[in-house]
């Protein structure tokens, strides 16, 4: 096989051009097949991907007071450099909104999985690691996320449909975190799970809460490190 690594920035401006088309096909297959895209889970119980990092961390701030949901914070330990300072961050926070939002703050779950798995990683073409990231990272960790919403439901008896990412506007044009993966993994997730109204959100960029950042009332608590 060729070396493709001077191609890698032509699969990437190819890419990019493809993505309008893309996401106009996949929401036209979703209002045709059951009727919206994303619907607002006002009232419900959510899982909300918590990084530690700030956009996932207004995420839980804005969702609360958009829709009044009940947040499961899902944490992913998959074995990555910053572990411990991320681990302290998410963990600093989940107190201060489970303080500040004691009915809608549901409990915390870590996930320990390596992700990326380490073997044969090195191996990675760096050149196409700079262009895309890494490889289906963003993916596997929705995809565990979808299979917590299906254990969950039966723990709490009514069905988790809703699982929201922190993605922003930065995040744009890339494969693993456009508006055009989170539409796609919604696709995905109703046909390998069966369950037409499982949905994937990233309201930081997809304008399903229209004022968005408006109504983040989180202030500057002192963090752990």
């Known amino acids: 096989m060729s070396d493709l690594t ?67 914070p899902l944490f992913f330990n998959r074995n990555q450099k910053n572990l411990v300072h991320e681990k ?7 107190d ?30 760096r050149t196409r690691q700079h262009y895309f990231g890494l490889p289906m ?6 995809n565990n996320a979808v299979a917590q919403a299906v254990y969950l439901s039966g723990k709490y008896g009514e069905q988790i449909r809703t699982i929201l990412v922190g993605s922003v506007v930065e995040d744009s044009g890339l494969p693993e975190s456009d508006h055009l993966s989170i539409l796609s993994q919604t696709l995905h997730t109703m046909i390998c799970t069966g369950i037409m109204y499982m949905q994937f959100g990233a ?13 983040i009332h989180i202030s500057e608590p002192t963090r752990p490190y």
């Open 6 to 72: 001077p191609h890698w920035h032509d699969f990437f401006e190819f890419n990019l051009g493809k993505i309008p088309l893309r996401k106009a096909l996949i929401t036209r297959f979703l209002m045709e097949d059951r009727g919206y895209v994303f619907e607002e889970p006002r009232g419900e119980i959510v899982i909300l991907l918590l990084s530690g990092g700030l956009d996932s961390v207004a995420l839980i701030d804005l969702v609360i007071n958009a829709w009044d949901v009940r947040v499961i």
């Open 88 to 94: 302290a961050s998410v963990e600093f926070f989940y």
């Open 96 to 125: 201060f909104y489970r303080e500040r939002y004691p009915s809608n703050m549901l409990e915390l779950v870590e996930l320990e999985i390596e992700i990326p798995s380490r073997t044969n990683k090195k191996f990675l073409d």
């Open 137 to 142: 990272r963003n993916a596997t960790m929705w």
């Open 203 to 215: 309201p930081l960029i997809d304008d399903t809460i229209k004022e968005n950042l408006s109504l």
